[in-house]
Nanobody
Framework: QVQLVESGGGLVQAGGSLRLSCAAS?????????MGWYRQAPGKQRELVAT???????NYADSVKGRFTISRDNAKKTVYLQMNSLKPDDTAVYYC?????????WGQGTQVTVSS
């Protein structure tokens, strides 16, 4: 089975930066997959933050465009999320996600809190 281990969450002031990492381990052998980040704030639906394909095609939520950057290291099976100019509305639990044909995996989530 596949496990996703997230790190990098924490407490920052508005305008600050954080870098999240998610390392995948286990039986991921597909030549095509999508890695990404989702987030869920209290009382709100889980939403897409950013995704990146095996070929490095990216997609971002409108709310984070220009502030967040997603990247991946295929050799390390790791996906990153660089978050700049953080706002209090970015406060949420951030979840790592990996999708490949017939499979969908989630990390345990990491808390990001942005104070004003």
């Amino acid at each position: 089975q596949v496990q996703l281990v997230e790190s990098g969450g924490g407490l920052v002031q508005a305008g600050g930066s954080l870098r999240l990492s998610c390392a995948a381990s286990g039986s991921i052998f597909s030549i095509f997959n999508i890695m990404g980040w989702y987030r869920q704030a209290p009382g709100k639906q889980r939403e897409l933050v950013a995704t990146i394909t095996s070929g490095s095609i990216t997609n971002y939520a409108d709310s984070v465009k220009g502030r967040f950057t997603i990247s991946r290291d295929n050799a390390k099976k790791t996906v990153y999320l660089q978050m700049n100019s953080l706002k209090p509305d970015d406060t949420a639990v951030y979840y790592c996600n990996v999708v490949q044909p017939g499979q969908n995996y989630w990390g345990q989530g990491t808390q990001v809190t942005v104070s004003s």
